[in-house]
T-cell receptor, first 114, second 115 residues
């Protein structure tokens, strides 16, 4: 069964600090991996999209990495801001040729404090 | 910027009642999805819809669920006889093209509470 596991489950950091969130997946083969940000009570919003051949992708203060050999991805957030407080979800798209069914990870709940 | 909208934002219903959750996808999108998220759990795929028919559904999407695109703009999810365990956030998403690298855009969700 396709699985996407994330760690840590939750994280508290001080404003201005950096953090790294981890994602391990078993989805195979897969076409691409995405990181989403989900604010409380809102729908997920895409941060990065990486194909299986890409190693890193940046979007402002967010940098995602991918190691397709070990089936691991990470999301690094630099110079955190209070508005970064949200759930960060790793999502893998199986290479099924249709449907684009997203397999969601368990999420990491990030809280940024003063 | 175009966005997916959903109504209502919060729906409270009695167990056994029928509910219809509504979504207006982005206008030039062709693929439509429903997901749900039980409180404290991960987002789960329910169903995908293309060309006026279901293209894929999960084991969660049983006979109590149905989807419809009654006109050119709305995409609805109907739950015929709600159960307590149907209480969740329901997210609609839409996708412009069918390629796996295209992005699904999510709506803000409808919180369904079954009493």
């Amino acid at each position: 069964k396709n699985q996407v596991e994330q760690s840590p489950q939750s994280l508290i950091i001080l404003e201005g600090k950096n953090c790294t969130l981890q994602c391990n997946y078993t989805v195979s083969p897969f076409s691409n991996l995405r990181w989403y940000k989900q604010d409380t009570g809102r729908g997920p919003v895409s941060l990065t999209i990486m194909t299986f051949s890409e190693n890193t992708k940046s979007n402002g203060r967010y940098t995602a990495t991918l190691d397709a050999d070990t089936k691991q991805s990470s999301l690094h957030i630099t110079a955190s801001q209070l508005s970064d407080s949200a759930s960060y979800i790793c999502v893998v798209i199986p290479f099924t040729g249709g449907g684009n069914k997203l397999t969601f990870g368990t999420g990491t709940q990030l809280k940024v404090e003063l | 910027e175009p966005e997916v909208t959903q109504t209502p934002s919060h729906q409270v219903t009695q167990m056994g009642q029928e509910v219809i959750l509504r979504c207006v996808p982005i206008s030039n999108h062709l693929y439509f999805y429903w997901y749900r998220q039980i409180l404290g759990q991960k987002v789960e795929f329910l169903v995908s819809f293309y060309n006026n028919e279901i293209s894929e559904k999960s084991e969660i999407f049983d006979d109590q669920f149905s989807v419809e695109r009654p006109d050119g703009s709305n995409f609805t999810l109907k739950i015929r006889s709600t159960k307590l365990e149907d209480s969740a956030m329901y997210f609609c998403a839409s996708l412009q093209g069918g390629g796996p690298y295209n992005e699904q855009f999510f709506g803000p969700g409808t919180r369904l509470t079954v009493l």
